[in-house]
T-cell receptor
Framework: AQSVTQLDSHVSVSEGTPVLLRCNYSSSYSPSLFWYVQHPNKGLQLLLKYTSAATLVKGINGFEAEFKKSETSFHLTKPSAHMSDAAEYFC????????????FGSGTRLQVQP | DAGVIQSPRHEVTEMGQEVTLRCKPI?????LFWYRQTMMRGLELLIYFNNNVPIDDSGMPEDRFSAKMPNASFSTLKIQPSEPRDSAVYFC?????????????FGQGTRLTVV
């Protein structure tokens, strides 16, 4: 079975400070991992993806994530938060060779204080 | 491409009525997914299709829910009869190949309210 655990349901940061959203995955097979963002009343937009190439993945809007197999983690980071980053973030796993669909984490709501 | 297109964007219906949600995937994408988002359960996969064939419908909550994909450019999710607990945002997504190595592209969602 595959699953993802997002360790924080809410994260609050000040504008200009670093962002860290934590995600751990569980998979019997080699996973593909994604981060999606959802702004209020909007659809889901892909931030970045890991599909077995470089373990440090860069995405849109200055976000990046590092795949660490030994820690089964795929944490999302950004050096400096912007007000427009306030949204819900989802860590997502998909198995290679397994069920051909995405399994979503429970989400982390990021608040950015001025 | 205009992306994944869902209609309607909002639907309010009375309990017991039939509801049909519609989705047009991105042209050339072989996979189509229906997800439901609620506060209690988050985002959960209902069903997905490959080349118009339903592959996994284990997430469909009960027989009141049905989904079809009559051709590569159109899919429907039907609820009959609808109940208040079906109130949620329903997302359709498509992918050019299986999501083991590529992402899915999501529509804007249909917000369903059953009163």
């Amino acid at each position: 079975a595959q699953s993802v655990t997002q360790l924080d349901s809410h994260v609050s940061v000040s504008e200009g400070t670093p962002v860290l959203l934590r995600c751990n995955y569980s998979s019997s097979y080699s996973p593909s991992l994604f981060w999606y963002v959802q702004h209020p009343n909007k659809g889901l937009q892909l931030l970045l993806k890991y599909t077995s190439a470089a373990t440090l993945v860069k995405g849109i809007n200055g976000f990046e994530a590092e795949f660490k197999k030994s820690e089964t983690s795929f944490h999302l980071t950004k050096p400096s938060a912007h007000m427009s980053d306030a949204a819900e973030y989802f860590c997502v796993v998909s198995l290679r060779g397994g069920r051909r669909a995405l399994t979503f984490g429970s989400g982390t709501r990021l608040q950015v204080q001025p | 491409d205009a992306g994944v297109i869902q209609s309607p964007r909002h639907e309010v219906t009375e309990m017991g009525q039939e509801v049909t949600l519609r989705c047009k995937p991105i042209s050339g994408h072989d996979y189509l997914f229906w997800y439901r988002q609620t506060m209690m359960r988050g985002l959960e996969l209902l069903i997905y299709f490959n080349n118009n064939v339903p592959i996994d419908d284990s997430g469909m909550p009960e027989d009141r829910f049905s989904a079809k994909m009559p051709n590569a450019s159109f899919s429907t999710l039907k609820i009959q009869p609808s109940e208040p607990r079906d109130s949620a945002v329903y997302f359709c997504a498509s992918s050019p190949r299986d999501t083991s190595n590529t992402e899915a592209f999501f529509g804007q969602g249909t917000r369903l309210t059953v009163v």
